[in-house]
């Protein structure tokens, strides 16, 4: 694993973080509006381009599946700081399948535009599965871009918490099953914060203040950062309308404008907060639980005014040679012990029923760590941007790319 984080960008239904508060949390642990919350998950989007039953895409959403080969390997892209050091040696041990593993989904939105140009063919990209965020999975699966999951090689999918069964944009989990969950949030440097007379913060008002200028970052991911910024400024994103969201983006565009911020940045911000480029930023729990191991001067909070929630799902592609291998990793994952040790590795949360468990029995620690099990009070801060329509999303998205490209 390498000390950078972990996350996304702009675009359809619901974010990573979008998904999490629609779902319901972890297995016998406290859920974020519980089973109906999460089985909200989804909300409108691209639908699946084909619905044929018969014929090559009848195994996929769209793009003929290749043929494939039995020769036992598999390739995954992820995000960074995404997984523990043993589970894919283990993977590989029991299953005999060569497994490689790569850290280099760091933003949606960049990940997209990099396979488009490929995928838009049905040519492979050399990797059988992705984790998109549930809005880019969205996405993907209505450009024909995934394989379905045969539910008989994947037994372990009992497992999937029951709230996250349904969502909106895969109703029956044909294309995707859930790998983390997580929120979206502020991450500062108490000592450096101190050092300046600044108290910590609660908002993200307050890094408006002079003395954070330009050390200070923002989320490329659309979703994040328009959603915690209307929240500051007492608009709920999860009923957003393009108007609700202007003052954000004025916002947004003054704080870029004026140098405030110093950058827009994928998961990359972890490596400026590490190194103490900047002193506060727009993160994700998990990546900053991990971060705090290595710096325990960072610190994340949900601001007082509320967070953001996701949830990332794997997708094996349309154009993998190696469907069977896919779904035994799939499988191996969502074996509640396999499940467990990943979680005490990342600490975001887990969509396997059982994983809290599994989790006690690791580091009891970790089984009441509000960062993998929000209380109720930060539960009630947690907010799923709403769903867009292609027409609203184009409003969204066109507005944010001009502050991004300045």
């Not at 599946?65 to 020769?71: S, V």
């Not at 492979?124 to 965020?133: F, L, S």
């Not at 499988?331 to 005490?344: E, F, G, L, Q, S």
């Amino acid at each position: 694993m390498t000390d950078q984080p972990r996350r996304r960008s702009n675009a359809a239904p619901l974010d990573r973080r979008d998904f999490l508060r629609r779902a319901g949390l972890l297995g016998g642990a406290v859920v974020v509006g519980g089973p109906a919350f999460l089985a909200a998950c989804g909300g409108s989007g691209i639908k699946a381009k084909s619905s044929q039953t018969t014929g090559a895409h009848a195994l996929t959403s769209g793009c003929p599946l290749p043929a494939q080969k039995a020769d036992k390997t598999l390739a995954i892209s992820n995000w960074p700081l995404y997984i523990d050091k043993k589970t894919v040696a283990d993977f590989q041990t029991a299953s005999g399948i060569a497994t490689t593993y790569k850290e280099d989904f760091n933003d949606n939105e960049e990940y997209y535009a990099k396979v488009r140009p490929i995928l838009s063919t049905c040519k492979g990209i050399g990797k059988d599965i992705i984790v998109p965020t549930d809005w880019m999975a969205a996405r993907m699966i209505g450009l024909g871009w995934a394989a379905k999951i045969d539910p008989a090689k994947v037994p372990n999918r009992k497992n999937l918490l029951a709230s996250l069964q349904h969502p909106g944009f895969d109703t029956d989990r044909s294309f995707t099953m859930p790998w983390q969950s997580g929120m979206t949030g502020l991450a500062y440097n108490k000592k450096a914060f101190a050092d300046l007379g600044i108290p910590a913060p609660r908002s993200f008002k307050d890094l408006l203040n002079p003395k954070l200028k330009g050390k200070i970052t923002f989320l490329t991911e659309m979703r994040d950062c328009v959603g915690l910024w209307m929240l500051a400024m007492g608009k709920d994103p999860s009923k957003a309308t393009f108007a609700d969201a202007q003052p954000a983006f004025d916002q947004i565009k003054s704080a870029a404008k004026s140098g405030q911020v110093r950058r827009f940045t994928g998961n990359d911000y972890a490596d400026d907060l590490s190194n103490g480029n900047v002193i506060a930023a727009m993160a994700w729990s998990g990546d900053v639980v991990q971060l705090h191991q290595n710096n325990p001067n960072l610190e994340f909070v949900v601001p007082d005014e509320g967070g953001m929630l996701f949830s990332d799902n794997m997708m094996i592609l349309a154009t993998s040679e190696h469907v069977a291998d896919a779904e035994a990793w799939i499988d191996y994952v969502y074996d509640p012990k396999n499940a467990a040790r990943i979680t005490a590795e990342v600490q975001y949360i887990s969509p396997v029923q059982g994983v809290a468990e599994e989790l006690a029995k690791i580091d009891a620690k970790l089984a009441v760590n509000p960062l993998i099990f929000p209380p109720a009070e930060v539960q009630k801060r947690l907010h799923i941007f709403v769903g867009l329509s292609p027409t609203v999303e184009k409003q969204f998205n066109t507005a944010f790319e001009q502050i991004l490209n300045g």
